[in-house]
């Protein structure tokens, strides 16, 4: 096709065919698409989204199966419609020429794929104006993809005409008043007159289109494409899939043509009148059957010719080469004009095989309608209709098999009538019971095909998909083999993606795949629903891991369903969607009492003992929640923790009642140590409230107040505040003020999408405060700031503000961790004039901006070991910054080390020969000694030299200030070998071990080198007390011996230089365990943490109750108090870090006893009292939902943020940086996991079960916590265990790897967001309700107290109601279960409402079953016990009274599928589930009442076995007595389908082969001839064979 003048003017979607247009020739042509590799095969024959795989990679070709002629004009509109044979069709219409011309494409195959070409003079035309594909008469039949479809003429009468293939269906006309209302287009009369003229067509869509007509108007019109019977519209789905397209087509022209009365072109919109014409036009062929009269071929032996045409391979030729359009019938006539012995009985008889021929295809296909309607309990009208209509076309048929089995089900609508002349040898009608019961007795693979109705073995079948369905859920049951779709019983299913190790399991999987759930299989008849309950039942426990959602749902485990769907199902899905509907949750109106007990206190209340305004924000109220008071039960943690971080009310201060001149000076240095701590409570309150609240971006975020005024409970609350005279209030509110922004800032919990722009300048103030400027910094360490653009950190950065400035440099490196933009890096680097180029214009910067910007560096390029940022940090270290504030020096190198540790974090070893010379130079920072620039390496010298504007360096001479430049290289080194093992590094930063070496060294940097120590040695650090008296050196045990000797002799040692170095080391020991073990809550590590911090607080003031067993050393006479209080909150930090998030009561005791220590001495001072708010915060960290991790990260933030130099007041910077505190938030992670009840949406306690794996220090241990619980981290936790008796078990195998825990909304996060839903068993109470569990005992006696309940009359008389007793079952009952259906059956049918003794048996029998269900969780078999226990009722019922109790016995072969299940059970063939589904005794006494009852009502008849004989002798049913004749035919029929009779049909022709003689024998008759009937009938019972035999004589 490379002539540019053809142009394609059609593609189909369903086939690879294009038709395209040649305008110089004016000529059409008609392209196959071609894929050139013929190695890819066509997955599909029809698809073209299949045919085309991988395009780019694929070549195709072009070639032509059809031209059409020249001189053309282009074709208005080219489509695909179906013949009725299924052959595409594709049509022109040509609306200059008004006609509509039809191309039928012949397909063949060809290495399995699919080619189209030309049949010759398959092309035909017809007249029209215009035309349009529509689906209306095979609505629901596809082929593969092809949606077959007709065609709807505009003719040029102006006629709408149906057309299928050739043949013109019906006529189509406008309903009157067409312009007011919108109706649907019906197929009309053709005397009918039309109001308006049709002028066009247009959209078609399925059986809708657009309809103009005269005057430009446009309707939407629908063509009836199916009956509005769901009976007659599956029946005729059955025939166009059963039928032979020739026979369909007859069949379709007989249904929809114009003209007769039983067309359904002419029935009303109403389902009985479509019934009854479907019927009118079955019976019209039957009756055709029937005229004919018998010929004489019958009698008479056929010639050859006459032999042919009436055999198989004639018919079959003749269906093969049909002509559309034209019948069967009439190429026979046509053959029979061209013979000379043709006549008319020849043609009679050759009409008759025709209508013989589609009967008996017609009586299949609808066979398999009547089989698939058994297994649907509401379609038991449909039914009867059905079954009447199948009768007497089988009895047109002369099958009487087929008579016999519609009558076996339906004796008292059928058994009055008589069945035609039989068949020589009828056909045994396919009975999927039988087919079913088989399988369960012998295996799927011994059943029977030809019991199962060949409509089931077609792919793709529509009007027995609900059979279909179940044959295969039963073939994988019972182990049948798969391959691909196609089932080794021949049906095909899909099965859903999971894992499936049992045939159970892909049962489930087949049964989601189909979309089978709980309301489909309560509509099965109880025994059919048996085995697939019990599928269900045998999963339920321990699914596999990998099932979709709707699996878990399907096997009642909506609590791992909710897991696969996060926090909420995908749109257009829900639990209830896939649940059955009436098994809805209903949540409880009233709420646990445990729950929110401690809620119902108000939290104004509990802050009243300590406030004057309860009203007042303090930023903590979205603390409490149902989640939090379920953390930590009824008592009152948080309210206490809330009240001591509260800084937004006036602290209560002490004092007389009438105080003087000097008590006001008192109270005034009072209230200044309170504004101290009260400046100070920010940082914990951050902890403690963060990520707790959401915010909408539409509300502006509440800063509480910094409240620094005081109260005097003993003047009346008068409020008294600090003097302006003698502190600098606002010089003492900045740093504070600070510090309360970041805490406003980090409570808010991360977002499911990016905060946004907007909300944050909506946020920001005109004028720049500080309070802003720490909210900027909050939300850059949770990672919001990602959202700024550059121009926004302009606006900021020109207000010239230094906190502002500090916020904006921290707060985007932060949200920019590790990630070295480089936009970010230029605008942090213009904040440090050290790196200026000398051209650059001098800027001054105060030292704590330029130190936050060295910080900033170190997050931009956290873990990069970036070589020249590395170069430019170190050189940092070293310098004397260019602020007036030489006094900072100190923080700027700590800001230098710390940024210099996060850019090479844990890398030290990764580059030898680059690290060594960096590794030096560090050390001689810390140990001292002469500057060596110029002797080393040429690496350095530009680095301080040519690229740096000339400063002085920090040197006393030529030899280094280790006081300024030690505590940034020892962090510096700690972080570069973090968990590295690096023993010649860890050895050079030991402690001295002689007195000497120690004297050079200042106590508090031993600190940081044990600190730096052990962070290198890792793995070493162990939580014992020999570990941490291993790190002191013996010179200093042996001076500690010598001062608790009181005779010893120590003028010659330093004392007080020995007790500097023992507390110091002792304190960085503590901080060691501390980062090893944080948020492990690791139980040995806190009694020694604690241990330790007890002794610090002894030695500075003895407590004998909290030192019981802490000796005490006197160490106050060597060491200041100053020291010993450092190390305490030291010792106390690493504490709360070890325990964060956990709540621990005796850790919050001694934090709480340590905040409300006096400290008018001066020596606890804003440093102490903020270690101590942090620590509180870090215990309840995040509301107890977060807890600290101990990645590489995380332990570096840990470690700037608890740096060992506490600040001495509010505005102190010059050690650390106080910002820096808050970088904890970086090392948190919400680790903290609470189970949901999926039923009732409540947070519930839930044992958890936790594996972890095994380590140096540990084997794999396991261990138990009770949800809402911290879980371990992600590097050691293997497994969780959802465990205990009340909940069903559930596990999530989880890979160890050292990555940090998921964030929210994590696609992988196996506990969604800290959210694992857990399902309760129903006969169980919650742990909130039941503790101890003694509620849930009552479940298991509940038969016992309805029982004593009583059934006594008089005590019903004495209440005065229908319900005596202490309880109530339908109350009983909902304790368990919020299911409305058990307690509608509980409160119906075990209520006291019964009168006699036969219903007391009945309410007896439901609260057993119900105690049954409950108890063991199985809600569902409700329906199944029922069910079969009805069936005992309506037998015997039925046996006792003269009237009809039931139509069918078709409940009896449910019952039979029941005990087949039950057997299956026994001999192993099904797998046993969790104890029985159902109690086998029950089934077992169930059929034996069944049996009994029947061998008793044959025993009560007048004249023995005269029913029985008269079936099997001549096949007629009882009519001896009109009135009794129906009931005699129902129990006639239950008899034979109990005891398994075979049609009598089959009997008689089954003993005539046994032979006449031993017919005619007398006394050897019974014993010979029930052997032979057993061999003959061996699915009969024995009792029957023996009833036979005995007829026999």
């Known amino acids: 096709m490379n002539d540019l003048e053809e142009s394609i003017i059609w593609t189909s979607d369903a086939i690879p065919v294009i038709a395209t247009y040649h305008k110089g020739k004016m000529q059409h042509s008609v392209w196959r698409v071609d894929i050139v590799d013929a190695s890819v095969t066509i997955a599909s024959s029809l698809l073209v989204k299949d045919f085309v795989v991988e395009e780019q990679s694929k070549a195709y070709c072009l070639h032509k199966i059809w031209q059409g002629r020249s001189a053309q004009p282009v074709a208005s509109k080219v489509f695909l419609a179906t013949d009725v044979d299924e052959v595409p069709l594709i049509c022109f219409v040509f609306q ?127 063509l009836r494409n199916y009956p509005m019977s769901s009976l007659a519209n599956d029946c005729i789905t059955a025939l166009a899939e059963g039928l032979h397209p020739s026979f369909y087509h007859h069949f379709v022209v007989m249904l929809w043509g114009n003209g007769g009365s039983s067309c359904l072109s002419s029935a009303e919109s109403s389902t009985d009148s479509e019934w009854e014409s479907l019927v009118s036009v079955i019976l019209g062929m039957c009756k055709q059957l029937d005229f004919f009269p018998q010929s004489q071929s019958d009698t008479t032996r056929p010639s050859s010719w006459e032999f042919l045409l009436n055999s198989k391979y004639h018919l079959n030729y003749c269906r093969s080469n049909f002509i559309t359009g034209i019948p069967v019938a009439w190429g026979h006539k046509q053959m029979e004009s061209h013979c000379p012995m043709g006549n008319s009985t020849a043609e009679q008889s050759r009409e008759k095989a025709f209508y013989a021929q589609i009967l008996t295809e017609t009586l299949d296909s609808l066979h398999a309608v009547y089989e698939n309607y058994k297994l649907d309990n509401l379609r038991k009208w449909d039914l009867e209709l059905l079954v009447v209509l199948l009768r007497n076309i089988a009895a047109s048929l002369g099958e009487s098999n087929y008579v016999d089995h519609y009558v076996r089900d339906f004796p008292s609508l059928l058994s009055n009538a008589r069945s035609s002349n039989s068949l020589a040898s009828p056909q045994t009608p396919p009975s999927v019971f039988r087919w079913l019961e088989s399988c369960l007795k012998h295996g799927c693979d011994s059943g029977n095909k030809d019991d199962l109705p060949p409509l089931v073995y077609r792919d793709g079948s529509v009007a027995i998909s609900w059979l279909r369905k179940i044959v295969s859920f039963y073939s994988l049951l019972l182990g049948t083999g798969r391959t691909g779709r196609k089932l080794g019983s021949g049906v095909y299913c899909n099965v859903s993606s999971g894992s499936a190790h049992s045939p159970e399991e892909l049962t489930v999987l087949a049964m989601v795949a189909e979309g089978f759930g709980s309301q489909q299989l309560d509509l099965l008849p109880a025994g059919v629903s048996l085995p697939l309950r019990h599928a269900l039942d045998r999963c339920r426990e321990s699914p596999p891991v990998d099932w979709p959602a709707a699996a ?57 003992t300590d406030s004057l305004d309860g009203s007042a924000a303090d930023g903590m109220e979205q603390i409490f929640n149902s989640s939090t008071h379920l953390r930590f039960g009824r008592d009152l943690r948080l309210n206490e923790v809330r009240r001591l971080l509260c800084s937004a009310r006036p602290v209560a201060v002490q004092t007389p009642v009438n105080p003087s001149a000097s008590d ?73 003020e600070f510090h309360n922004g970041v805490a406003a800032g980090l409570k808010l919990a991360p977002f499911q999408g990016k905060m946004s722009r907007a909300w944050i300048s909506y946020n920001k103030r005109e004028e720049p405060s500080v309070t802003h400027a720490g909210l900027l910094v909050a939300l850059g360490l949770l990672g919001h700031l990602r959202v700024l653009t550059m121009t926004d950190v302009y606006k900021y950065l020109s207000q010239e503000h230094d906190m502002t400035t500090v916020g904006v440099l921290l707060g985007m490196a932060a949200a920019h961790r590790g990630t070295m933009l480089p936009y970010i890096s230029k605008m942090i680097y213009v904040h440090i004039p050290s790196r200026h180029p000398a051209s650059f214009p001098e800027l001054e910067f105060a030292t704590l901006l330029q130190s936050a910007a060295l910080m900033s560096v170190g997050l931009l390029y956290e873990g990069s070991a970036h070589p020249l940022t590395m170069k430019i940090l170190l050189g940092e270290i070293g310098r004397r910054t260019a602020g007036d504030n030489v006094l900072e020096r100190e923080g700027y190198a700590v800001a230098a080390g710390s940024a210099l540790g996060l850019v090479g974090l844990g890398r030290g070893n990764d580059f030898i020969g680059y690290m060594d010379t960096l590794v030096d130079r560090l050390f001689q920072y810390i140990l001292g000694g002469k ?39 020892t962090i510096a080194l700690a972080l570069l070998f973090l968990k590295t093992e690096s023993d010649v590094v860890a050895s050079k930063l030991s402690v001295p071990v002689t007195f000497f070496d120690l004297q050079f060294v200042r106590p508090d940097f031993l600190l940081l080198r044990v600190i730096a120590r052990n962070l290198i040695l890792w793995s070493r650090v162990c939580p014992s007390k020999d570990w941490i008296e291993g790190q002191i050196p013996e010179i200093v045990k042996k001076g500690l011996m010598t001062i608790e000797d009181d005779t010893s002799d120590f003028d010659d040692l330093d004392v007080e230089a020995l007790v500097q170095a023992y507390v110091n080391i002792l304190a960085g020991a503590c901080v060691s365990l501390g980062l090893r073990y944080a948020g492990t809550k690791n139980g040995h590590a806190q009694e020694l943490l604690n241990h330790y911090a007890v002794f610090f607080l002894n030695e500075i003031k003895p407590i004998p109750a909290m030192s019981r067993n802490i000796k005490h050393k006197g160490l106050m006479q060597y060491v200041d108090r100053g020291t010993l209080e450092t190390c305490l909150h030291i010792v106390v930090l690493s504490l709360s870090v070890v325990m964060a998030g956990s709540g621990h009561i005796q850790t919050f005791r001694l934090l709480r006893y340590l905040r409300g220590r006096n400290s008018v001495d001066g020596h606890i001072n804003y440093g102490s009292q903020m270690a101590v708010s942090m620590a509180i915060g870090f215990l309840f960290l995040g509301g107890g939902m977060r807890t600290f991790s101990t990645g590489n ?45 999926v039923d009732t949406g409540l947070t519930v306690y839930a044992p958890l079960e936790m594996t972890i794996k095994e380590t140096e220090h540990h084997a794999e241990t396991n261990f138990s916590e009770v949800t809402p619980c911290i879980l371990p981290e992600r590097a050691i936790l293997k497994s ?43 006969g169980a109470c919650s742990y909130v309700d039941d503790p101890i569990g003694c509620q849930s005992l009552l479940s298991r006696v509940m038969h016992k107290v309805c029982d004593t309940s009583g059934h006594s009359e008089s005590a019903t008389s004495v209440r005065g109601n229908s319900e005596p007793g202490p309880f109530k079952v339908d109350q009983l009952v909902s304790t368990f279960s919020a299911d409305p259906s058990l307690i509608a059956f509980a409160q119906l049918c075990c209520g006291y409402s019964w009168n006699n003794r036969s219903d007391a048996d009945f309410r007896e029998f439901c609260i057993q079953v119900l105690f049954e269900c409950v108890s063991k969780d199985r809600p569902a078999l409700l329906q199944t016990y029922l069910g079969l226990y009805t069936i005992i009722g309506i037998i015997s019922e039925q046996v006792k009274s003269c009237e009809v109790i039931f ?14 299940y039950n057997d299956a059970l026994v001999v192993g063939r099904l797998g046993c589930p969790r104890g029985d589904l159902i109690q086998r005794i029950f089934l077992a006494a169930i059929g034996k009442r069944v049996e009994e009852t029947l061998k008793h009502w044959q025993g009560q008849i007048g004249e023995p076995f005269s029913h029985l004989l008269e079936y099997l002798g001549k096949g007629n049913w009882p009519l001896m007595q009109p009135q009794h004749a129906i009931r005699d035919s129902l129990l006639l029929s239950c008899y034979l389908q109990w005891f398994n009779v075979p049609p009598s049909f089959v009997v008689k022709s089954s003993l005539g082969n046994i032979g006449s003689e031993i017919l005619l024998a007398e006394s050897p008759v019974h014993n010979v001839s029930l052997p032979l009937l057993r061999f003959m009938f061996p699915d009969t019972h024995i009792y029957a064979l023996g009833e036979i035999s005995r007829l026999l004589t």
């Open 96 to 222: 200059e020429q008004k006609g509509l011309f039809f191309i039928r494409l012949q397909t063949g195959a060809r290495h399995k794929e699919i080619l189209y070409d030309m049949k010759p003079d398959m092309n035909w035309t017809i007249p029209a104006i215009a035309a349009l594909p529509v689906v209306v008469t095979r609505p629901r039949i596809k082929d593969g993809w092809l949606q077959l479809s007709d065609v709807l003429v505009l003719s040029t009468e102006n006629n709408l005409l149906l057309y299928s293939g050739r043949q013109c269906l019906c006529k189509y006309l406008l309903p009157t008043g067409i312009g007011r209302v919108s109706h649907d287009v019906k197929p009309l009369p053709s005397d009918v007159v039309r109001e308006f003229k049709i002028t066009g067509l247009g959209d078609a869509v399925g059986g809708r289109i657009n309809i103009i007509i005269s005057g430009g108007q446009m309707f939407r019109c629908s």
């Open 552 to 608: 878990y749902v399907l096997v009642g485990r909506e609590d791992l369903a909710m897991t696969c769907f996060g926090h909420k199902p995908p749109s257009g899905q829900s639990l209830v969607s896939l649940s059955s509907p009436y098994m809805l949750h209903v949540r409880p109106v009233t709420v646990p009492s445990s729950i929110f007990d401690a809620s119902a206190l108000d939290g104004n209340t509990v802050e009243n």
């Open 664 to 736: 006001q000076d008192l109270q005034q240095a009072q209230l200044w140590q309170l504004a101290q701590r009260t400046t100070a409570l920010p940082l914990g309150r951050g902890a403690f409230t963060l990520a707790t609240t959401s915010t909408l971006l539409t509300e502006a975020l509440v800063v509480p107040k910094l409240n620094l005024a005081g109260r005097l409970p003993s003047q009346q609350n008068a409020t008294v505040n600090l003097d302006p005279n003698i502190r600098n209030i606002q010089e003492l509110r900045s740093w504070p």
């Open 931 to 969: 500057d060596l620039r110029n002797e080393r390496s040429a690496k350095f010298a530009p680095m301080t030299e040519d690229l740096n504007r000339s400063t002085g360096q920090m040197m006393d001479g030529t030899q280094v200030n280790v006081d300024v430049t030690a505590p940034g290289a």
């Open 1193 to 1237: 990260n995380a332990i570096a933030a840990l470690l700037i943020s608890l740096y060992p130099r506490l600040p001495t007041g509010p505005n102190d910077n010059r050690c650390h940086l106080q910002v820096f505190r808050h970088f904890y938030v970086l090392a948190t992670e919400a680790r903290c996991v609470q189970t949901v009840d």
């Open 1280 to 1322: 969780v265990r959802v465990c205990g008796p009340r909940y069903w078990p559930q596990k999530i195998e989880l890979i160890t790897e050292e990555k940090p825990w998921w964030v929210a909304g994590d696609p992988d996060d196996p506990f969604n967001g800290g959210l694992l839903y857990v399902k309760r068993k129903v």
């Open 1447 to 1460: 139509k069918d016995t078709i409940f009896l072969s449910s019952l039979k599928l029941a005990l087949a």
